[in-house]
């Protein structure tokens, strides 16, 4: 079975860091690309970082030079370094592989989810 393991979410005020790591497991790891995705109340989810195994890295523009994604093929994992943060990074955050290995950008192109995270930043 596929899982996508999500976990480093918690409570931070503004200007923490935190780290989420996704440990995933049931398929291919080598060949895939994972991503964050992340959720605020009446909003719309969105795609926050993703990276794929040939080094294609998305970022939205808004955590751009705050946010680093890296991947740990010996141990399966991505991480999501959160640096800078900002109340409006407050959201559930979602692990997710793309399909066919091709970094996930929209819902559309995400083959599987994991469960979320909180991730609640402070004023």
């Known amino acids: 079975d596929v899982q996508l393991q999500a976990s480093g979410g918690g409570l931070v005020q503004a200007g923490g860091s935190l780290i989420l790591s996704c440990a995933a497991s049931?398929?291919?790891?080598?060949?895939?690309?994972i991503g964050w995705f992340r959720q605020a109340p009446g909003k719309e989810r969105e795609a926050v970082a993703c990276?794929?195994?040939?080094?294609?890295?998305y970022y939205l523009s808004s955590v751009k030079g705050r946010f680093t994604i890296s991947s740990d093929n010996a141990k399966n994992t991505v991480s999501l370094q959160m640096n800078s943060l900002k109340p409006e990074d407050t959201a559930v955050y979602y692990c997710?592989?793309?399909?066919?290995?091709?970094?996930?950008?929209?819902?559309?192109?995400?083959?599987?989810w994991g469960k979320g995270t909180q991730v609640t930043v402070s004023s």
């Open positions: 049931g398929f291919n790891f080598d060949e895939a690309a």
């Open positions: 997710a592989a793309g399909r066919n290995g091709l970094v996930p950008t929209l819902d559309s192109g995400v083959g599987y």
């Open positions: 990276i794929s195994s040939d080094g294609v890295i």
